[in-house]
């Protein structure tokens, strides 16, 4: 089984920074990717940045320039640095991984997400 663990969220002004962290933990092979996602109260689900094994980025249009996806591989964790932070960022941010485990079987998985606060 595999579990993803997020933290780093909170309440913080606009203009402020914020840093996300997630470490994947249980039975794992390998990971092809791993990933930040948001949902804003009655809002669908949205891209914020994903990262492969081999280091390609991609972010929402909403965040490029203010937010950096980074991973390290060897403690299977993923960051998210949000710089220039608005009070449109406000909302629940998901953590997203393709993973390989023990039976050589690729799954998406979630991670319970964590609220993030930008107040004005």
């Known amino acids: 089984q595999v579990q993803l663990v997020e933290s780093g969220g909170g309440l913080v002004q606009a203009g402020g920074s914020l840093r996300l962290s997630c470490a994947a933990s249980?039975?794992?092979?390998?990971?092809?990717?791993m990933g930040w996602y948001r949902q804003a109260p009655g809002k669908e689900r949205e891209l914020v940045a994903t990262?492969?094994?081999?280091?390609?980025?991609n972010y929402g249009d909403s965040v490029k320039g203010r937010f950096t996806i980074s991973r390290d591989n060897t403690k299977n964790t993923v960051h998210l640095q949000m710089n220039s932070l608005k009070p449109e960022d406000t909302a629940v941010y998901y953590c997203?991984?393709?993973?390989?485990?023990?039976?050589?079987?690729?799954?998406?998985?979630w991670g319970q997400g964590t609220q993030v606060t930008v107040s004005s």
């Open positions: 997203n991984a393709l993973i390989t485990g023990g039976v050589f079987s690729t799954n998406g998985y």
């Open positions: 249980g039975i794992i092979f390998s990971i092809k990717a």
């Open positions: 990262v492969t094994s081999g280091g390609s980025t």
